[in-house]
């Protein structure tokens, strides 16, 4: 059984930088797409950003500039660069993986950005 081990949240101050990672536990053949997600307290989970199997990538309009995503196919990790943090930042992330087949969601890492 495929599992998604995300690491890199904590506390940050506003205006820092925090990398998150997202590593598969076994190869994942046919990925369509990998995406990260957020989840502040009282929301509802909002895709944050996704890139394809081909390298495009798209981002939600309040975090364009500022995140970026990127992926490492050997190592079946996907990355979540994130500059210029805000504290509506302030969310559990999660990482969301989509082959052909099948579909996996990480454990979620906290990210709090203190003001």
């Known amino acids: 059984q495929v599992q998604l081990v995300e690491s890199g949240g904590g506390l940050v101050q506003a205006g820092g930088s925090l990398r998150l990672s997202c590593a598969a536990s076994?190869?994942?053949?046919?990925?369509?797409?990998m995406r990260w997600y957020r989840q502040a307290p009282g929301k509802e989970r909002e895709l944050v950003a996704s890139i394809t199997s081909g390298g495009r990538t798209n981002y939600t309009d309040s975090v364009k500039g500022r995140f970026t995503i990127s992926r490492d196919n050997f190592k079946n990790t996907v990355y979540l660069q994130m500059n210029s943090l805000k504290p509506e930042d302030t969310a559990v992330y999660y990482c969301?993986?989509?082959?052909?087949?099948?579909?996996?969601w990480g454990q979620g890492t906290q990210v709090t950005v203190s003001s």
């Open positions: 969301y993986v989509k082959s052909e087949r099948y579909y996996y």
């Open positions: 076994m190869t994942i053949f046919s990925i369509n797409y």
